[in-house]
């Protein structure tokens, strides 16, 4: 298919057709990661500069794993040590890096629509969005919905329990996004603090018990819990939220049996998550992690006009 989208800066205009062909292309990728060899020369010669402003091990580590094994060249920029603590604007920082022949940014940033707005400033650099507040994580989504689609194939008519603090959740928006275009009924679980007053305008409905959004799920996502939002007030305690709303072997045994856990990490163990399900045999966590690198390398692939080897 011919693809439409230059940069990769959310999940709101794309379209199940396209969803489809960024998990094909992703398959494709996966099988590279077991050969003993994964390095292919699909974007030799590409300059990709990561410009993280946030702190991130999964996302910035898997987006440079994808990038050496297309055999791009890479620049891993951080805001510490930068000229940004000299007063140099983001967009002049952008600027900068393009001079410098980048031929893509990827960007993690504190402000919504940062990702946005240096895809708008640049003048020949794509731009991949690897999280921009509160907003948009385009690629946390995509790799979630390979994860399950690896593992159940065709998910329309799917469901998917969402538990956590979606309010402030960048995860959950692009996920809601991307699973409910793929035919997935998704209920929203957590405190009422935590959740959006509209859950309907994302394509969602909230389950004020969480055993009632896990019954008859494929799928039980849990949204890591921001120890801040208990300083706020949110709730009353870790312990109190793991009790009512922790994924443990109480909650597990109202879902089915067969249900998938996923978690975009760090996970906090005995908060959103126990030892026992966070190890155990139903666990996707770690599958998730090899599946950012996968859908990264298709990204970059498909984004960047790789040649297939």
Not at 3 to 32: A, C, G
Not at 188 to 197: D, E, H, Y
Not at 234 to 241: C, N
């Amino acid at each position: 298919m011919e693809w439409r989208h230059r940069h990769v800066l959310d999940l709101d205009s794309w379209d199940r057709s396209e969803l489809q062909h960024i998990l094909e292309q992703t398959r494709s990728m996966d099988e590279l990661l077991d050969r003993p060899i994964k390095k292919v020369p699909a974007l030799r010669g590409k300059l990709v500069v990561n410009l993280f402003f946030e702190p991130s091990t999964r996302t910035r580590v898997s987006f440079e794993l994808a990038e050496k094994f297309l055999s791009v060249d890479v620049v891993n920029w951080t805001a510490s040590g930068s000229s940004t603590g000299k007063g140099e604007t983001l967009r002049d920082t952008a600027w900068t890096l393009e001079a410098m022949g980048a031929d893509a940014v990827v960007v993690r940033h504190g402000a919504v629509g940062a990702a946005d707005y240096l895809a708008k400033k640049l003048r020949r650099s794509v731009v991949f969005n690897g999280g921009d507040g509160a907003h948009a994580h385009p690629t946390q989504a995509l790799l979630d919905l390979y994860t399950a689609w690896k593992s159940l194939g065709d998910l329309h008519g799917r469901k998917l329990a969402m538990i956590g603090d979606v309010l402030h959740s960048r995860v959950a928006r692009s996920d809601i996004i991307a699973f409910s275009r793929m035919g997935v009924k998704v209920e929203l679980s957590g405190p009422p603090t935590l959740m959006p007053r509209a859950p309907e305008a994302l394509g969602a409905t909230f389950r004020k018990d969480p055993h009632d959004a896990v019954r008859d799920a494929d799928i039980i996502y849990l949204l890591r819990i921001q120890r801040e939002r208990q300083e706020e007030g949110m709730f009353p305690s870790l312990d109190e939220y793991h009790q009512f709303f922790g994924a443990d072997s109480r909650l597990m045994g109202s879902a089915r049996p067969d249900a998938l856990v996923m978690h975009p990490g760090p996970i906090n163990r005995r908060v959103e998550i126990s030892s026992e399900v966070a190890d155990g045999p139903q666990s996707m966590i770690l599958g998730q992690v090899r599946s950012g690198v996968a859908l990264r390398m298709a990204l970059l692939f498909v984004c960047l006009g790789g040649v297939r080897q």
